[in-house]
């Protein structure tokens, strides 16, 4: 039998009316629909034991307790009265362009200054040491985090971190342009007093921050506030810049020394570390620690320390505005890879040590800026410290558990205040407000991807005042302070009160002192 | 019926809810070039304005999720694909992206914007994925998604009352991601049916009608009124 | 014409023999199980009951296939004379490591399917969706559907919406979806 080419189209044509008795069509489509749900190219979510681990948060000095959910000892979730970055800083660890490597020489020369962005860590007593290793100096940016007790303190001829603020009794807390309802000192003995009420909050402040929108009473002309301010008492009054002038208050108001107002705070069972004076542009290698990134860098103080030719050296986690800076970048362990530790928070009215345990099970980087800084002293034939940080971390603990300071009862009638700078006003006032550092991946979600925090990027004007610059939507304004200068794109915002210009910054700033500054601002 | 009461006078626009809401439900960081419009935040944090002239200008927050529509659920009625449900015991309007095709009506219908939709796949930098809950399943590229009281949670409270053999679950245990990380505990989560809102407490464009479950209170009239009219995009 | 139908018929009968015989034993890859594993073995024997093993933990969550640690307990040491219990020793209980066993009903990651609810308060016994798994004295070799990678005794959707519509129980989407 000779087979022809129609034989064939009939085989095939049996072929497929006998598929279609078969269930192979439809079996195949439902299979391709199924594999098109299978979404392989998503990560499937992690399998494996659930655990809970229980730690200190130490993104910033308020140190709230945490308990992470883990999975497969991963933490998948923290758990407690976080913050903003605080809920999500277990992902810090995660972000996408981590400083991984390890530059081949770092050319330390002249005399040498370590910067310590976090300080009052076992850390910071390692760095301080180091410096002294190096014959150089231990350096901070400027206190702020208890401006107002620092200022009483020297008013009081007590030594600085021997005051506290009992918190827990308060009725009105009286704030000169501190964010007292946002990331303030610990956010816990804050929010829940002032949200059933028994904490009132006075906010005196010339702009509408996110704590004058929410205050009890919000204040805008300092001239005679205490006056207009409506008191209950025990009431008590904090600065954001700690002047003394504001901080003296207290001694009249009869806060000092009394339950809900300024009290006595014993000191940690160690020294406490000082900043160094370092003499103008005598720094020619600057190592920044920026492994805790809570407080701005004022760049302007920096630029002051810097001789000519001065070689910056970094150690950070990740790439931020700070990293740019820099000539040379280390890396170091992000934040709950390490055992930290995290010393009396500031306005605590007791003292106190908390250890971070690590949460997440391996670090990505195991460097600290100290473990650079020895190899670095060892390879120039120099003593490093003897101590490991998890080592002085355990001695500290041991410290505290046997520590049974007494704490004298406050007394001051008065206090000599020194004259107060009057702050030269200027056709402008430059607000520099605060967002959350860029830690975090998921941070896109308050900036990029809802715009609830201003990309930095923006100064943001009343119309009325863009008008009077002659500036418009998107133009670009030169912004210039005594501090520095900076380039932003304007968007006019009738939300800012006119006359005031609004920035946002997050790690690293050009102009600021304090909150508020007298600028001058034109096209360009 | 869970709903949500939400004290305005209590939110200091912090943005805790926010992240806590991507952490707890795995919505990936922005994909390069997300905006706004298209960034993901089943929890979002507007910024309200009463449009005064200073000195009388204030701003305010305005925390808004899924309101978890009633009878009248505008997305439900418009979906082709049946993909969006009203669960009948909780209240909570459940979106099934393996169902959803795409087609964004429900985010055209939703009067509160409160639908985001998936432009890309979700990409997590290396090591992330470790960290993803495995409570809620992740979402690809081409569906739409949204708050949905956090059901992952539900899920684990009815689990945990199961393992005791109880069928209601602990109040306690069913707390979703934003209710829990508020600093100031500006949001309640509860069973609106057992214990009713507040009497001062009004809804978002109330005149739709939608028996929206998610509540509001404010002292200040300029907010009462905002919430009447509707807020623009910050 | 009679011809025609014969090749048509030829061709048929092909189709429907590769559908019905060859397509589900070319859809589904067989793998074998990492060791065999006697459950009637254990049940008998050793006297366990599914619960001995197969466990609800503190928060609900179902233990699945134990970890090795489970069989440790018993297995530190060869208790019988099988090639596959030395090799569980040896390879698996001495090193820690999990057996990794092939999954017969693993749903996908949207799915939820709580243990908990199902045994506790819907008091099924295990034989009524895992049949007679329980009192096997072999391991089968894991069948996965090569397209959609999925165990070919995947309880699908179907079957609990059934066994929900019969004994009247709720079953909207937020009931059964993650």
């Known amino acids: 039998m000779i087979i022809e080419r129609r034989d064939i189209i009939r085989i095939a044509a049996g072929g497929v009316c006998g598929t279609m008795l078969t269930p192979v069509p439809w079996r195949l489509l439902d299979d391709s629909a199924k594999w098109s749900q299978n979404w392989s190219w998503i990560p499937p979510v992690p399998r494996g034991e659930r655990t809970t681990k229980e730690s200190y948060c130490t993104l910033c000095p308020a140190g709230c307790a945490i308990r992470a959910a883990c999975v497969a000892n991963h933490p998948v979730r923290l758990d407690g009265a976080l913050c903003a970055s605080g809920v999500a800083g277990h992902t810090v660890a995660y972000h996408p362009r981590r400083i991984l490597a390890v530059p081949k020489t770092v050319p330390v020369h002249g005399r040498i200054g370590i910067l310590d962005m976090g300080p009052r860590r076992a850390m910071s007593t390692l760095l301080a ?23 009483l ?67 805008t002309d300092e001239a005679d506030a205490l006056k207009r301010a409506k008191l209950e008492e025990p009431a008590v009054i904090v600065d954001a810049e700690g002047r003394p002038s504001i901080a003296a208050m207290n001694v009249d108001l009869g806060a000092i020394g009394r339950e809900g107002g300024i009290v006595a705070r014993a000191p940690l069972p160690w020294r406490r570390v000082e900043s160094a004076a370092a003499a103008p542009h005598s720094i020619d290698t600057l190592f920044i620690d920026a492994s805790r990134a809570h407080q701005l860098v004022e760049w302007p103080v920096v630029r002051q320390w810097l001789a000519s030719d001065a070689t910056i050296v970094v150690f950070a986690p990740h790439e931020s505005g700070l990293t740019k800076k820099a000539h040379y970048v280390l890396p170091v362990a992000a934040p709950f890879e390490l055992v930290e530790d995290v010393e009396t928070p500031p306005y605590s009215a007791v003292a106190s040590y908390q250890v971070s345990q690590p949460l997440h099970p391996a670090p990505v980087v195991k460097f600290t800026a100290i473990d650079h800084l020895n190899a670095m002293l060892q390879a120039s034939g120099r003593v490093p410290p003897s101590v490991s940080a998890p080592e002085m971390i355990k001695q500290r603990q041991e410290l505290m558990a046997s520590y049974r300071p007494k704490v004298a009862r406050l007394s001051v009638t008065t206090v000599n205040v020194p004259p107060s700078e009057v702050e030269a006003g200027g056709e402008l006032l430059l607000v520099v407000a605060r967002a959350p550092d860029r830690g975090s991946p998921l941070i896109t ?80 | 019926m869970y709903g949500m009461v939400i004290d305005l006078d209590r939110c200091t626009g912090c943005g805790a809810c926010m992240m806590a809401c991507a952490v707890e439900n795995n919505v990936p960081p922005a994909h390069e070039g997300a905006t706004p419009r298209t960034g993901i935040t089943w929890m979002r944090v507007y910024r309200a304005n009463n449009g005064a002239p200073f000195p009388e200008n204030r701003t305010a927050f305005f925390p808004i999720m899924c309101q978890q529509c009633g009878d009248h659920t505008p997305c439900v009625s418009v979906c082709p694909q049946n993909a969006i449900e009203t669960d009948a015991e909780t209240g909570i309007v459940d979106q099934m992206p393996q169902r959803c095709l795409g087609c964004r009506y429900c985010m055209a219908a939703c009067p509160y914007h409160a639908r985001y939709f998936n432009w890309w796949d979700p990409e997590w930098p290396a090591g992330m994925e470790k960290s993803l809950n495995p409570e809620v399943s992740p979402r690809m590229r081409g569906v739409v998604e949204k708050c949905n009281f956090c059901s992952g949670r539900y899920h684990a409270a009815k689990l945990k009352a199961a393992a005791a053999g109880k069928r209601e679950i602990n109040p306690a245990d069913y707390v979703p991601a934003c209710v829990e990380a508020c600093p100031t505990q500006a949001i309640s989560f509860r069973d609106i049916d057992k214990e009713p809102p507040e009497p001062d407490s009004f809804q978002l464009l109330a005149k739709l009608e939608t028996k929206s479950k998610v509540y509001f209170r404010s002292q200040r009239q300029w907010i009462r009124d905002l919430a009447e009219k509707g807020i623009g995009h910050a | 014409m009679f011809r025609g139908a014969l090749f048509f018929a030829v061709g048929m009968t092909f189709a429907l023999a590769a559908g019905w015989y060859g397509w589900p034993r070319a859809i589904y890859r067989q793998t074998a199980q990492p060791l065999q594993f006697s459950h009637q073995v254990h049940a008998e024997k050793a006297g366990m009951k599914c619960e001995d093993c197969h466990t609800l933990l503190a928060d609900g969550s179902f233990s699945g296939i134990p970890v090795v640690d489970k069989c440790a307990g018993c297995h530190a040491a060869p208790a019988g004379t099988t090639a596959d219990e030395k090799l569980l020793v040896e390879k698996y209980v001495t090193s820690g490591r999990n057996v990794p066993w092939g999954v017969y009903s693993r749903q996908p990651d949207n799915a939820w399917f709580p243990h908990a609810v199902h045994v506790n308060l819907a008091k099924l016994r295990c034989e009524q969706c895992h049949d007679q798994h329980g009192k096997s004295d072999k391991l089968q070799q894991v069948s996965l559907n090569r397209i959609t990678g999925y165990s070919k005794s995947t309880i699908k959707m179907s079957r609990c919406e059934a066994c929900h519509a019969e004994r009247g129980v709720k079953a909207g989407c937020l009931d059964c979806h993650k």
């Open chain 1, 129 to 151: 040491q180091a410096a002294d290793a190096f014959g150089g100096a231990y350096l901070r940016m400027p206190d702020r985090d208890e401006a107002t007790l620092v200022a």
């Open chain 1, 153 to 219: 303190a020297d008013l009081m001829g007590r030594p600085r971190g021997s005051l506290g603020l009992d918190l827990e009794h308060t009725r009105t807390l009286v704030s000169f342009g501190a964010p007292v309802l946002e990331r303030w000192a610990s956010p816990s003995r804050v929010l829940p007093r002032w949200r059933t009420g028994e904490l009132r909050v006075v906010q005196i402040e010339a702009v509408e921050s996110r704590t004058a929108l929410a205050a009890n009473q919000w204040i």
């Open chain 1, 445 to 524: 979600k308050l900036y990029e991807e809802s715009g609830l925090f201003a990309p930095e990027h923006l100064v943001r004007m009343h119309p009325e005042t863009a008008a009077r610059l002659g500036v418009g939507s998107k133009a670009t304004l030169l912004i210039e302070t005594q501090h520095g200068l900076t380039r932003r794109s304007v968007l006019p915002d009738p939300a800012i009160r006119p006359g005031f210009l609004e920035i946002t910054e997050t790690d690293v700033t050009e102009l600021c002192a304090g909150r508020v500054t007298a600028a001058k601002a034109r096209k360009g």
